[in-house]
């Protein structure tokens, strides 16, 4: 009996050390669930919203223009930042006119909300450098982004955003 009762506890032991690790993988390389913090995305996103990111697009390094993504600012000191990709390696990027150029094509930006204009302290016309992605925050008067911080090395990404996931009523694909 009491062999029956130590081999069952060591069962449970295996189980829940399984399981912890499987978790552990599964958020450290797989999958996340990150918290938006200030304004700095709405219409797309609000403050103290909830989003799943992936983060297997980070061993491949392949990203799109429009692509929402979790970014280390670098030396700032402020934690994550969550913007939109708007520009990538090898492109002509411009903001000039309070809109942006991609290789001399003005950008659509259907989720901007109707008006918005992009403004920088001085007109910006730059090749993004091979390693980098120039990031943008979909309210782009109170964004701290790439017009001020610098393109952004791909290295410093730390998921793709998927999913908004809370509030509840707002589910949605990003």
């Not at 929402?68 to 934690?79: E, F, Q």
């Amino acid at each position: 009996m009491k062999d029956k009762i130590i081999n069952e506890i060591k069962e449970w032991i295996v189980s829940i050390v399984v399981a912890a690790v499987i978790a552990f993988t599964i958020k450290a390389f797989i999958f996340d669930i990150v918290q938006v913090s200030g304004p700095s995305m709405i219409p797309t996103l609000h403050d103290n919203d909830r989003v799943a990111i992936e983060k297997i697009s980070l061993y491949t390094k392949k990203f799109t223009r429009g692509e929402i993504i979790i970014l280390d600012p670098g030396n700032s000191g402020r934690g994550l930042y969550i913007k939109r990709i708007v520009a990538l390696p090898g492109e002509r990027l411009e903001i000039k006119e309070g809109s942006v150029f991609i290789n001399g094509k003005k950008l659509q930006e259907d989720y901007l909300s109707p008006g918005t204009q992009t403004y920088a302290e001085t007109d910006i016309d730059m090749i993004i450098p091979e390693g980098y992605v120039f990031v943008l925050g979909d309210n782009r008067e109170v964004s701290e982004d790439s017009r001020y911080i610098g393109p952004i090395p791909i290295d410093h990404i730390k998921g793709h955003a998927i999913f908004k996931i809370y509030p509840f009523s707002d589910i949605k694909k990003l």
